[in-house]
C-alpha cells in the first residue's frame, strides 16, 4: 500500500489514540501518536510529520497553544484539531490564524479520513500569495475607518480556504465583498458563481445548486450541472443562505464537510473544489434557536465572520461612493459625469440611506437620467423629493 503521509495523533484519552493509530494505519499512513501536547513537540523534534490531528482539552498545553507551536515551528505541518462544540469558536480562530480544518466531536471517521488525506497531500491549499501584489484593485472603495479594517480581513482571508459568511443589511454590498476575496484569492482565473437562495423555490433551487441526471424527474431530458459544478475550482456566492430550506441546509453541510455531492438522480458523488462565502441579512443565531437554520451549518460558515456596518455608520464613504457611481452611471448613459455642490453633498450626508449602497447608487442614476445635456451639476432638485424632505 502506498504511504499516505506521516500523521502525528494527539489526545490524552488511550483509547481514542489507538482507534486512531489503527484506523490510519490500515489507510496507508505512517502514524505516531502522544498522550499530551509536551511528548508532541517532543516527537515533532526528533521527526517530520506532515500533519498533527490534535484534541483540544488536555492537561498541561492545549491544543490550541499546541497549533500555535507547530506553526511557529514547523509551518510546513499541517494540524487538524479535534473538538467539542463549546471550544468551535475557539477552533474557526484557530483556522483564521493557519489551522487545516477543525473537527466536532464525536467525529465520523470517514470525513476524519479524508480531511487527513487532504492535509498531508496539500489539498486544496492556496498558493500564498501577497494581496496588494496581485495586481488587482478591490471591487469597492473604503474611506471609512471601519471599511479599512474589513478591506484588511479581506486581505487575509482571501487566499485561505476559509468559508466567509459576510453579514449586514440588505443594499450594504455583501456581494461585492464576495467578488473582492475572489479577485484577491488565488482562484480568481476561476469562475465567481453567484446564486439567490431567496429568488428560488426549495425544488428549484435544490436542482441548481447540485444538478440532475437525464430522467432524474419529469421534463429531464439530459443532465445538467449545479451551481457546485459550474464553480469548481473558483467560489460559490450562496447570497440570502438564511432562507434556505432545512432539507438542503443538510446538503450544504454534507458538501462543505466531504467536499462531494450527488446530483438529482444520480448513484455517485461528485467531487468538487469550491470556496463558499455566503451572505444573510437575517440573524442566523436567533434562527437557530429558533429551529429554522442548523447549528452545524451555521459554524462551518462563519469559519470567518465579515460583518458590513450600513451606510449611515459610515459617513465617509458616501461622497466617494456617489462620485463612483456618478462615473460609472454617466458612462453606461453616455453623458459627462456632474460635479456635486455643497448643498447637494450636505443632503447626501444628512440623508440616512435605509437602502444603503444600492440605494445610494439607484439617486445617482436617477439624477444622471434625469440631468439635462447641458447640465454641469447635480444639484439638490436632481434628488427624490423623499431624500430632501428627509434629509
Known amino acids: 500500500m502506498r504511504r499516505q ?14 482507534i486512531l493509530e489503527v484506523a490510519f494505519t490500515k489507510e496507508g499512513f505512517h502514524v505516531g501518536s502522544a498522550e ?33 507551536r507547530v506553526r511557529a515551528r514547523w509551518p510546513d505541518t499541517e494540524v487538524v484539531i479535534m473538538t467539542a462544540y463549546g471550544t468551535i469558536p475557539q477552533a474557526v480562530d484557530a483556522i483564521r490564524k493557519g489551522a487545516f480544518e477543525y473537527v466536532p466531536k464525536p467525529f465520523d471517521l470517514e470525513s476524519l479520513k479524508r480531511i487527513i488525506r487532504s ?9 500564498r500569495r501577497s494581496p496588494a501584489s496581485s495586481g488587482r484593485r478591490p471591487a469597492f472603495l473604503a474611506e471609512s475607518p471601519a471599511m479599512r ?36 484569492s488565488g482562484r480568481s482565473d476561476k469562475p465567481f458563481v453567484a446564486v ?55 446538503k450544504l453541510l454534507r458538501v462543505l464537510q466531504e467536499r462531494e455531492f450527488e446530483r438529482l438522480g444520480a448513484n455517485r458523488p461528485t467531487k468538487v473544489d469550491v470556496r463558499l462565502v455566503a451572505a444573510t441579512n ?18 462551518r460558515l462563519q469559519v470567518v465572520e465579515i460583518c458590513l456596518p450600513p451606510l449611515r455608520e459610515r459617513k465617509e464613504d458616501i461622497l466617494p461612493l456617489a462620485r463612483h457611481f456618478m462615473e460609472k452611471c454617466a458612462r453606461d448613459n453616455g453623458r459627462h459625469p456632474l460635479e456635486i455642490p455643497a448643498e447637494t453633498e450636505r443632503l447626501l450626508l444628512a440623508y440616512r440611506w435605509p437602502g444603503n449602497v444600492r440605494e445610494l447608487e439607484n439617486v445617482i442614476e436617477r439624477a444622471v437620467v434625469l440631468a439635462k445635456r447641458d447640465q454641469t451639476q447635480l444639484i439638490p432638485q436632481l434628488l427624490p423629493p423623499a431624500l430632501r424632505s428627509a434629509a
Do not use: N
Not at 482571508?157 to 461585492?176: H, N, P, W
Not at 429558533?290 to 451555521?298: E, H, V
Open 5 to 18: 503521509g506521516r500523521l502525528l495523533v494527539v489526545d490524552d484519552e488511550a483509547a481514542i489514540r489507538r
Open 36 to 68: 499530551d501536547a509536551y511528548a508532541a513537540l517532543r516527537m515533532l523534534e526528533e521527526g517530520q510529520w506532515d500533519c498533527v490531528l490534535t484534541d483540544v482539552t488536555m492537561a498541561g498545553m492545549s491544543g490550541f497553544e499546541l497549533f500555535e
Open 119 to 127: 492535509a498531508c497531500q496539500g489539498g486544496s491549499k492556496p498558493v
Open 149 to 184: 479594517a474589513i478591506l484588511e480581513e479581506i486581505e487575509t482571508v482571501a487566499d485561505s480556504r476559509a468559508t466567509v459568511l459576510v453579514t449586514g443589511e440588505s443594499g450594504v454590498g455583501k456581494e461585492v465583498v464576495a467578488k473582492t476575496i475572489h479577485a484577491l
Open 196 to 250: 439567490s437562495c431567496a429568488a428560488l423555490p426549495e425544488t428549484l433551487l435544490e436542482s441548481e445548486l447540485f444538478g440532475y441526471e437525464k430522467g432524474a424527474f419529469t421534463g429531464a431530458q439530459s443532465g445538467k450541472p449545479g451551481r457546485f459544478e459550474l464553480a469548481d475550482g473558483g467560489t460559490l456566492f450562496l447570497d440570502e443562505i438564511g432562507d434556505v430550506p432545512p432539507a438542503i441546509q443538510v
Open 282 to 299: 437575517r440573524d442566523l443565531r436567533e434562527a437557530v434557536e429558533q429551529g429554522s437554520f442548523r447549528l452545524d451549518l451555521l459554524y
